[in-house]
């Protein structure tokens, strides 16, 4: 790829920011909101971090997490009766579902990172600020790391889960989710410093709350305008009844 092609890639993304980053961000949020409801109920005594425990920790403790979760769930009480439970699905089972969904989670918190960096390299260039493009490619290769380890260390979690864990897949586990977690770290970091630092974060949401918030008092006073009128002209209109 050539200078000018990885120039356009960025003037792209940085062009059609809001189309690209707020559908990625609510699909991202649904996600993590799902992830950590279903994270509560993976909570046991062998693991009190739910499914982080199982990544972090060694074969043995991997075992009896296992265990741990070949319980089904507790059931929920019906609202009648005469209504027919359904029967609850064991911890393990969520927790599949939960390393699965978290392997489309990655993807789209990387699309996060990639969106976000390349529109502040399109910014640089556009400022001509002296920042070399070749930063941006380490910066978009850290997010391609960080995703590959965090698909390596769901891929080794579903071995767990199936019964095919091994202590060499325990030691991938914790090497790659502290990995990811570093180089995560590291990207958000280098994005808040570059956006309070470099383009004036800070001062913007200060800005952008000032004025929201003279937004909210104006339609304030429009509001108790109208409802003062209303109430005067509904006072009005009962002294004319009463003549």
């Known amino acids: ?33 799902l992830q950590l409801k279903d994270q509560a109920a993976l909570r046991t005594d062998a693991a009190p971090m739910g499914l982080a425990s199982l990544a972090i920790g060694k074969y043995a403790v991997d075992s009896a997490i296992l265990a741990s979760w070949k319980s089904r769930l507790p059931d929920i009480p019906a609202d009648d ?28 918190s990387s699309l996060l990172f990639i969106i976000i960096l390349a529109t502040l390299q399109a910014e640089r ?54 990995a990811a977690a570093l180089l995560l770290l590291a990207l958000s970091l280098y994005i808040l410093f570059v956006l309070i630092f470099r383009h004036y974060g800070l001062q913007w949401l200060s800005n952008y709350i000032r004025t929201k918030a003279l937004q909210l008092f104006r339609f304030r006073l429009i509001l108790l305008g109208w409802s003062s009128s209303r109430r005067r002209s509904g006072s009005w209109t009962r002294g004319r009844t009463c003549w």
């Open 1 to 33: 790829m050539n200078l000018a092609s990885q120039n356009r890639f960025y003037g792209f993304v940085a062009r059609n920011f809001h189309r690209l980053f707020w559908p990625v961000l609510a699909i991202a949020l649904v996600l993590l909101l």
């Open 81 to 108: 009766f005469c209504e027919v439970k359904a029967e609850q699905p064991t911890r393990l089972q969520m927790a599949h579902a939960v390393v699965t969904r978290d392997l489309v989670l990655i993807l789209f």
């Open 125 to 178: 260039d556009a400022k001509q600020m002296g920042y070399s493009v070749a930063f941006s490619h380490v910066l978009l290769v850290c997010v391609g790391l960080a995703g590959l380890f965090g698909w390596i260390n769901d891929w080794a979690l579903l071995r767990f889960l199936v019964g095919k864990g091994t202590p060499a897949l325990s030691v991938t586990s914790q090497v790659t989710v502290v």
